[in-house]
């Protein structure tokens, strides 16, 4: 009848077309439902049933008499989320077929063990037990956006096998760095490429990839850019340093798995232990992978039923 624990973390339907919507009750009294639903025809997909009376929600999940006919009489209901704990949103931003989306929602909305969404498509889903993991994603701004939260974004928002992770950006912008430590900001600044996109307001910026005359600079950028300046230049730079690495410890383990980029990497990802990197170029698939390792790691529990 009813196979799973309706205590466990990160409960979200396998296909949205499993769930129902029952609309303009007359009660949600547990009693009542149960009554009013058993003996009624259900289709053939339906296993969670999204009772609705006003404003108020309560999710059912259903038993019906086979799996083999378009439809056939429900046999049995079990209530998992009363109203005081379910929470229906409306948020076309939603895809209610990726776990992540439907965690992003529910952690807009604390609180509540279960968050009911409807959204893109009009399709309505749910996560129960809301509890997914937090993966901070530290990264070096400018450019705008992120390109790493951008990459770890696109890669969830497709991902349908993966649990629910919540994006947690650590975002540490150049600028500001380069302010703190230089102190009048230099006139002359040199950057790794025009990907890093910087424009600072009456500063000169030359890019090293481009092997520029020598000027009196400051470099704004981490070991390899360094690197290659020694190589040009056959010295190394006035250099202020924005390597992701040396913002890490702001960032406690207790925080939730952390990922983010190293210059030195060439390809795949690396496993270190304050965080998961992956190359500064990075791939989509580099940064699924990346993920993926990190899901590993972290054993996050989750039902995908």
């Given at each position: 009848?009813?196979?799973?624990?309706?205590?466990?973390?990160?409960?979200?339907?396998?296909?949205?077309?499993?769930?129902?919507?029952?609309?303009?009750?007359?009660?949600?009294?547990?009693?009542?439902?149960?009554?009013?639903?058993?003996?009624?025809?259900?289709?053939?997909?339906?296993?969670?049933?999204?009772?609705?009376?006003?404003?108020?929600?309560?999710?059912?999940?259903?038993?019906?008499?086979?799996?083999?006919?378009?439809?056939?009489?429900?046999?049995?209901?079990?209530?998992?989320?009363?109203?005081?704990?379910?929470?229906?949103?409306?948020?076309?931003?939603?895809?209610?077929?990726?776990?992540?989306?439907?965690?992003?929602?529910?952690?807009?909305?604390?609180g509540f063990r279960c968050v009911v969404i409807e959204g893109r498509y009009s399709h309505v889903s749910f996560i129960l037990n809301p509890d997914p993991i937090r993966l901070h994603v530290l990264d070096i701004v400018p450019p705008f956006p992120?390109?790493?939260?951008?990459?770890?974004?696109?890669?969830?928002?497709?991902?349908?096998?993966?649990?629910?992770?919540?994006?947690?950006?650590?975002?540490?912008?150049?600028?500001?760095?380069?302010?703190?430590?230089?102190?009048?900001?230099?006139?002359q600044l040199l950057v790794p490429c025009r990907g890093s996109g910087i424009d600072v307001d009456n500063i000169s910026v030359s890019y090293l990839d481009e092997r520029p005359a020598e000027k009196d600079w400051v470099l704004l950028g981490c070991?390899?850019?360094?690197?290659?300046?020694?190589?040009?230049?056959?010295?190394?730079?006035?250099?202020?340093?924005?390597?992701?690495?040396?913002?890490?410890?702001?960032?406690?383990?207790?925080?939730?798995?952390?990922?983010?980029?190293?210059?030195?990497?060439?390809?795949?990802?690396?496993?270190?232990?304050?965080?998961?990197?992956?190359?500064?170029?990075?791939?989509?698939?580099?940064?699924?992978?990346?993920?993926?390792?990190?899901?590993?790691?972290?054993?996050?529990?989750?039902?995908?039923?």
């Open positions: 009848m009813f196979d799973f624990d309706a205590s466990a973390r990160n409960i979200v339907p396998n296909r949205y077309r499993q769930v129902a919507l029952s609309t303009d009750l007359t009660s949600l009294d547990p009693d009542w439902l149960i009554a009013h639903f058993t003996g009624r025809e259900a289709y053939m997909r339906t296993r969670f049933i999204v009772a609705r009376k006003g404003q108020e929600t309560t999710l059912l999940e259903v038993d019906r008499e086979n799996d083999t006919d378009l439809f056939s009489p429900i046999t049995a209901v079990r209530v998992l989320a009363e109203p005081q704990d379910c929470l229906y949103v409306t948020d076309n931003w939603a895809d209610a077929g990726i776990p992540s989306h439907l965690a992003a929602v529910a952690d807009r909305h604390p992120s390109k790493l939260v951008d990459q770890v974004t696109r890669v969830l928002d497709g991902a349908e096998d993966l649990p629910p992770i919540v994006v947690v950006p650590v975002l540490t912008d150049s600028r500001e760095v380069l302010a703190d430590e230089r102190n009048p900001v230099p006139q070991e390899r850019s360094d690197q290659i300046h020694n190589w040009f230049y056959k010295k190394p730079p006035d250099l202020v340093d924005t390597c992701p690495r040396k913002f890490l410890p702001q960032l406690s383990q207790s925080d939730g798995p952390v990922l983010t980029r190293c210059c030195l990497l060439q390809e795949g990802i690396e496993d270190r232990a304050d965080a998961v990197f992956v190359p500064w170029g990075a791939s989509l698939d580099e940064v699924r992978d990346a993920i993926e390792l990190i899901v590993e790691q972290t054993g996050v529990a989750w039902s995908h039923i």
